[in-house]
């Protein structure tokens, strides 16, 4: 009898694990779960295949590092999320980064490093939000 109460904690201790790890993006990302409001339209320039991978309805406007501005959204799968740095029409990138990890993004904007709510700082990095940090001074 004991062997199998052992087994049977062994299971919903696997279950468990196994579960945390299934968690949608917005889960990670309260700012994901907020109402949009105007500042959280993102450019209208920028070419529509920049969306095909990422729900642009989900951006939202998460602040502003020497001129670039960046958005945090949900990619299509909702196993990802995704930051753009926009600068300007010909100066802004997309990249995404899945399971709640921490990711960067970089290139002629900048460089930043997204993580989930309630991670660490990024050692020697800038806090723009409580998810994007900068590699600049700010």
């Known amino acids: 009898m004991g062997i199998h109460v052992r087994a049977a904690a062994a299971v919903v201790v696997l279950s468990t694990v196994a579960l945390t790890g299934c968690t949608s993006v917005g889960a990670a990302y309260a700012v994901l779960d ?3 409001g ?12 920049a969306w095909d991978d990422v729900d642009q309805a989900t951006a939202r406007f998460v602040g502003e590092d020497e001129g670039t501005s960046l958005w945090l959204a949900r990619a299509r799968d909702d196993a990802s999320a995704c930051l753009l740095a926009y600068a300007d029409e ?20 900048g460089t930043f490093t997204v993580v989930p709510d309630g991670a660490p700082a990024p050692e020697g990095m800038t806090r723009i939000s409580e998810n994007v940090y900068t590699a600049s001074a700010g």
């Open 90 to 109: 010909e100066s802004w990138v997309l990249g995404c980064g899945g399971d709640g990890a921490p990711f960067s993004v970089g290139g002629i904007t």
């Open 38 to 49: 105007a500042r959280d339209e993102v450019p209208a320039d920028l070419p529509g295949y």
């Open 34 to 36: 907020r109402e949009a």
